[in-house]
């Protein structure tokens, strides 16, 4: 489905699920910011290829996809809504969104990057000895089932300061295992200058995506 106009609630949960790390469930959600994300507007978001849902239990569970994530980023340059969900606080807080846009243009720092850090879910500071574990503990921490295909322009944030080299590195051995799968990104075109940079060279072929079979 191409880009849809989102109302405001659906603007509003689609920010809430970024400041929530890029996942959560109903109960996070509406313990953050008082609505949930049911009916109609999962649907469209659904539909549109902006979040993932899951029913866990009693309650869903969402996840911001790659587009989702780039709806995010294109919001904080939009404007305000206007008329009855409109108001000044609004267009002061979106104004903010604007200014928070440059700085990450300046610092050259993606969105989710920001906010892991913001967060306090990034720097794990791994010793080299742990590494593999530590790409595990922060490919675990992204992906929302076993299996799941997760960017390592996201996962490299979450490393700390280990030496880049020492990091490919221990990607290569983990290509190794069975479980652990690392591809190039089918679609090529789609990747940012960051996905470029954040990719593996194994065997002459940069490698983009990880995936892990189980825990």
Known sequence: MDDIELKPLERALLLALMTLGGSAS?????????NTLVGAPRTRMNAAGLVESEKQGQTYHHALTEKGWAR????????????????????????????????LDVRDISLAE??????????????????????????????????????LTRIRPLLGDVPRDEVDETLREMGRLPEVHLVPRADQKSLSDEDREAAVLIGGQSKHLLAIEAR
């Open 26 to 34: 109903n109960n996070e959600l509406r313990d953050h910011v008082g």
């Open 72 to 103: 995010c980023v294109a919001e904080l340059d939009a404007t305000a809504p206007t008329g009855r969900a409109g108001s000044p606080l609004g267009r002061v807080l979106y104004g903010v969104l604007g200014v928070l846009k440059g700085y």
């Open 114 to 151: 920001f906010v892991v850090t913001a967060r306090g879910e990034g720097a794990m500071d791994a010793a080299p000895a742990d590494l593999t574990q530590s790409i595990k503990d922060a490919y675990w921490r992204l992906a929302r089932r076993p299996q799941d295909w997760v960017l």
